[in-house]
């Protein structure tokens, strides 16, 4: 607004909502606490169900706490989600009473950092290593991440899968350890079947069929090319116009067009394939061509299904006719066939010599239940992918929580001044996981807990919380042991999370509210007698 030349006035938003100090603070934890609630009870085997509405009207049925978190606000993790939020929510709720006290956040925030330390040093104290070839070991610690998941009663089955699938993508590229799960380890959830009949592809499956109906459907040791570019004429880049004068030249139009489709076909029989695979079109002239040659031919495959194609059979993906080479054909792939599975067809090619890609094929009566289980073994190959870079574990059931609880008390004793405090804070929030274990088992959380900080004090570190019962047992005996990369990000991802919102001091909301005008009700008329 401007008035004669004047400096303008600039009119701001007069009425935001502001919180300061000790107040946005409050409001913050509040807010952690809130969440770490809602999570709280789905940890252990004996865990809940929660029941969430997503925003097109849908119904999730999941214990798995990073499909809750996902639904409630979008976050990428592994195994250890419901930890985190249930960690750090009583983190900052303990930070509660030393802010109360005028403890500045910084010193809070500094504690917190030596406590983390010292939290580290004792995980890699109890830790033991674990031999990444032996079954037996791999598949205990991959049942530990599913031992609290809807698919408990398949766990051997989704133990296998997940160690199978991890085993399979995993790749040496120059001395460089490499597993991509997320790229070359494709679900494939297919409604219909048993759960029992899931597994995992020496290869990779396709939701296509063949272009033609004369091609073959069933080929043992295919010569495989795979193309990024069409097999049809080229059409040009702008608009173009032609003008005609005679019938001939229009004849001829089509002769260049088919003999254009004609050179790109007979440049690719000249190696011989038996499956072409192009991630673009495929015109019904050099379809003809390819079912007259007996070549079988897929088209608009995904570019991620093509790259996990290449993987598993050798090949290389090619993206002019011209540059073809013998040596870009795959010759890995032991049989091509096409199987009709419920309404859908899909593309088999397995039998694979040395795959560096699979598919994992579950079958489930519904789409909810593949859905599940589907989130249920994401949390197992990421453990598997995990202990492959970092082969060591840790006692499950709470026993490294306590460990670290009784290690950080005794440290605490040791510092001296304000940060002694928020020192013992984290202390008493690491017992959260274990007491909570014992609550949602339905034990007595005061008579466990007293029990396990008295076997940790004595130097038992390997005792912890059996799940099932809500006793105390010793995790050696009852053979549950946890990645210990899982859980060093846990307390990581925590205790970061709660520095994190200790740092926030001011918090305005400048929100515009829609205000409505109360229009006042018409008079009323004078009532004629």
């Not at 791999?138 to 398949?154: E, H, P, Q």
């Not at 090319?225 to 080229?234: I, R």
């Not at 859905?371 to 197992?380: G, V």
């Not at 990369?485 to 307390?491: L, P």
Request: with cysteine; glycine share 6%; net charge neutral.
């Amino acid at each position: 607004m401007s008035l004669g030349g004047q400096t303008p006035v600039f009119v701001m938003n007069a009425a935001p909502e502001r919180h300061s100090g000790l107040k946005a603070q409050v409001s913050n934890i509040t807010a952690a606490k809130t969440v770490a609630d809602v999570i709280r009870t789905c940890l252990g085997p004996k865990s809940m169900l929660k029941m969430i509405l997503d925003p097109m009207g849908g119904i999730i049925l999941t214990n798995d706490g990073n499909a809750i978190l996902r639904e409630i606000d979008d976050e990428e993790c592994g195994d250890g989600t419901t930890s985190v939020i249930v960690l750090a929510g009583e983190i900052l709720a303990q930070s509660l009473s030393q802010l109360e006290r005028d403890i500045h956040p910084v010193v809070i925030i500094s504690a917190y950092n030596k406590a983390l330390q010292t939290a580290l040093d004792i995980v890699s104290r109890v830790s033991v290593p674990i031999d990444t070839t032996d079954d037996v070991q791999m598949l205990a610690l991959i049942k530990s991440s599913i031992g609290t998941k809807f698919v408990i009663r398949w766990a051997d089955l989704m133990c296998r899968l997940a160690l199978q699938a991890v085993r399979t993508v995993s790749a040496d590229d120059a001395g460089v350890r490499t597993v991509d799960i997320k790229r070359y380890a494709r679900v494939e959830k297919v409604p219909g079947g048993e759960i029992e009949d899931s597994r995992v592809l020496s290869g990779v499956m396709l939701n296509k069929d063949i272009v033609h109906p004369q091609m073959r459907r069933r080929i043992h040791k295919p010569r495989i090319v795979l193309l990024d570019c069409p097999l049809e004429y080229k059409k040009g880049e702008s608009q173009t116009n032609i003008e005609i004068s005679k019938e001939a030249d229009f004849a001829r139009i089509n002769q260049i067009e088919e003999e254009q489709v004609k050179a790109m076909v007979d440049r690719i029989l000249e190696f011989n394939p038996d499956l072409v695979i192009t991630e673009k079109g495929i015109s019904d002239y050099a379809q003809y061509f390819f079912a007259k040659a007996n070549v079988s031919a897929l088209r608009r495959v995904r570019k991620s299904d093509n790259n996990r194609i290449a993987r598993a059979v050798g090949a290389t993906i090619v993206n002019r006719v011209e540059d073809l080479r013998e040596s870009d054909i795959g010759t890995c792939c032991g049989l091509f066939n096409i199987e009709k599975i419920g309404d859908e067809y899909f593309t088999f090619l397995t039998e694979c010599t040395t795959p560096k890609a699979c598919t994992i094929l579950l079958r489930g009566p519904s789409k909810d239940i593949l859905n599940e289980i589907d989130r249920n073994l994401a949390d197992a190959m990421s453990v598997a992918r995990n202990v492959v870079f970092n082969p060591t574990l840790v006692p499950g059931g709470g026993a490294v929580e306590m460990a670290v609880s009784v290690g950080l008390h005794a440290r605490a004793r040791a510092v001296t001044g304000v940060e002694a405090g928020p020192f013992r804070a984290v202390a008493d929030a690491l017992e959260v996981i274990p007491r909570t274990l014992v609550q949602n088992a339905g034990g007595n959380a005061i008579r466990a807990l007293t029990a396990l900080r008295a076997k940790h004090a004595g130097g038992e570190h390997s005792w912890g919380i059996d799940g099932e019962t809500g006793e105390i047992v010793d995790m050696k005996t009852y053979k549950l042991y946890e990645s210990a990369s899982v859980k060093v990000q846990t307390f990581k991802t925590a205790i970061e999370a709660a520095r994190v919102l200790l740092r926030v001091d001011d918090v305005v909301q400048a929100t515009r509210k829609e205000r409505r005008q109360e229009q006042a009700p018409p008079p009323e008329e004078p009532v004629q007698e």
